[in-house]
């Protein structure tokens, strides 16, 4: 892989991180709405967007290979279910904290690569997803008198499907797939999905949270773009580790738009799972360079 290609890839996710957490701060800004209700807006947006570039790229809505369809499916049907758990979690916990569990989507990228990819995957970059799943766990608090136990699960699972939909973007991205269908496709599948559910529970908005969830959709447009143009330039392995930036945009925009402050469990969680991301950085490019 060129050093071009690496460098764009981390310019890439640092601005999709950047994006993500603009869009968690909408979506919690936009108040007590369900999670699928957000989601369609957020991914009707995204949709818009996407279709423009195709249209002014004239590229086709349509997969370049038969072959490639399932993988598509499987980005688009885990990728909306990772969408919908990450709401729930942004609605129920600090942001910081939301934020950091659907940062175990790099880890969760790398494990999945190797499961489905076939890209090499050794021993100490194993330990590495284990360690990382050990400091989500002083994130979640697993106790029964944790009454935020139930959503941190949920967030943690939407870390994981972001992290398998990732793999298949990956997937897509080596087999000929442009960027801009990719997005489409999926925006398009999660708006078919959540529509329905839309329709029968519609929950009248204000027009600031309109704008809020437009606001989301927006964010959320520039941050899906910026990451599927990030791990179809580079592997997981070599750019992931810039994902953990959105941890310092969430914090901020945590601390200042809703006096968020995370409890010193979730710090440690923070550190161990940021240290770990860091370390495996230099194992892959400095110490254990191919």
């Not at 108040?31 to 249209?55: E, Y």
Request: hydrophobic share 55%; glycine share 8%; proline share 4%.
């Amino acid at each position: 892989m060129s050093g071009t290609k690496k460098y764009l890839g981390i310019i890439y996710i640092i601005l999709s991180a950047f994006c993500f957490a603009f869009m968690n701060a909408f979506v919690k800004l936009a108040g007590d709405l369900p999670p699928i209700q957000k989601s369609f807006f957020r991914n009707f947006v995204a949709l818009i967007f996407a279709c423009i570039i195709l249209a002014k790229n004239r590229i086709p809505f349509k997969c370049q290979k038969r072959s490639n369809i399932p993988a598509l499916l499987i980005r688009a049907g885990i990728g909306t279910l990772g969408i919908l758990c990450n709401f729930y979690a942004i609605d129920h916990l600090v942001l910081a904290d939301a934020s950091m569990l659907n940062k175990m989507s790099p880890f969760f990228v790398i494990l999945f690569s190797f499961i489905f990819l076939r890209e090499r995957l050794t021993f100490f970059q194993g330990f590495a997803v284990f360690t990382a799943f050990v400091g989500s766990l002083f994130i979640i608090k697993p106790t029964f008198a944790n009454t935020a136990v139930i959503p941190a699960f949920i967030g943690l699972v939407g870390g994981m499907s972001a992290g398998a939909a990732y793999a298949a973007v990956r997937y897509l991205g080596q087999h000929g797939e442009k960027n801009p269908f990719i997005v489409a496709f999926f925006s398009g599948f999660s708006c078919l999905v959540t529509l329905p559910f839309l329709i029968f529970d519609y929950h009248p908005m204000t027009i600031g949270q309109l704008l809020c969830l437009l606001g989301a959709g927006l964010s959320a447009a520039g941050g899906q773009f910026s990451i599927t143009a990030a791990y179809t330039k580079a592997p997981a392995k070599e750019i992931s580790v810039y994902d953990y930036s959105q941890i310092i945009f969430a914090g901020m925009l945590g601390f200042f738009l809703f006096g968020d402050i995370p409890d010193i469990y979730s710090i440690i969680g923070y550190v161990i799972i940021v240290a770990t991301a860091i370390i495996m950085f230099f194992y892959n490019n400095v110490w254990h360079k191919e």
